[in-house]
């Protein structure tokens, strides 16, 4: 099963919509963690502390909504980027978790530059690779592949993980959408906004039980 995904009017509507109510509970959340602080600098209780680690999520959750549903609010400089560098210390964020997965990374052409915002793709390609990594249960190999074709560079992430499923594959990329217990189903939607902010493309090839492949492509001259 393959899918391109470019659903960017569905987006656009249901990012305002949540970006206008993210904006709503961050102020009063905001303002409940500063009353919080105060209150533990006089009567420090274990409770506050779970209080304000439970609100840091909240907001936490708020933030990244903000991200992929306003990105113009993030504005950054546009500047060369060496992906292949950057995608290695990536990895290196997740080596902790690296112990069951074997990794390989086949970097042609690392010497063609991306111009782009740096945070954000950067977090677009923590996204895959977390994905990636949430994918695998027990042990399983993660594959990087960077190329040069065509005016584009190419980033493939394979995975050996569980798979999608027909029904996840249509939707992907909907805020929102997840399937695991503790997602937000924002990681693809950053993704999304962010590679097609760039001009890019994205697409998505997978077979439950044997694995996935994201195939990223960022306009390079
Ligand atoms: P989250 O990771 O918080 O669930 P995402 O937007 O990152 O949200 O992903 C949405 C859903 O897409 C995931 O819950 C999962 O079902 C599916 N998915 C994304 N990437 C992969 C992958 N590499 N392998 C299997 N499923 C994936
Ligand atoms: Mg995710």
Redesign the pocket.
């Known amino acids: 099963a393959e899918k391109l995904l470019n659903d960017q009017g569905k987006l656009a509507s249901i990012g305002q919509i949540s970006a206008s109510i993210a904006h709503e509970i961050k102020n009063p959340l905001t303002s409940v963690k500063g009353f919080l602080q105060l209150l533990k600098e006089s009567q420090p209780h274990y409770y506050l502390d779970i209080m304000e680690s439970e609100l840091d999520k909240a907001l936490a959750t708020l933030q990244n909504l903000l991200h992929v549903s306003k990105p113009d609010l993030f504005e950054e400089p546009l500047v060369p980027i060496e992906l292949c560098k950057e995608l290695d210390s990536l990895l290196f964020l997740f080596q902790e978790k690296l112990y069951n997965v074997k990794t390989e990374l086949i970097f042609r052409d690392s010497e063609r530059v991306v111009v782009g915002k740096r945070n954000l793709l950067l977090k677009a390609f923590f996204?895959?690779i977390?994905?990636?990594l949430?994918?695998i249960i027990e042990k399983g190999d993660i594959k990087i592949e960077h190329y040069y074709e065509d005016g584009f560079i190419n980033i493939k992430i394979f995975?050996t993980?569980?798979?999608?499923s027909e029904d996840?594959l249509k939707k992907?990329g909907t805020p929102f959408?997840?399937?695991?217990t503790e997602?937000?189903?924002?990681?693809?939607?950053q993704?999304f906004t962010t590679i097609h902010e760039h001009g890019g493309t994205i697409s998505v090839q997978?077979v439950i039980g044997e694995?996935?492949v994201?195939h990223v492509q960022l306009p390079c001259d």
């Open positions: 996204n895959l977390k994905n990636a949430e994918a995975d993980g569980v798979g999608i996840i992907l959408l997840t399937t695991k997602g937000t189903g924002l990681g693809l939607t993704v997978s694995g996935t994201f």
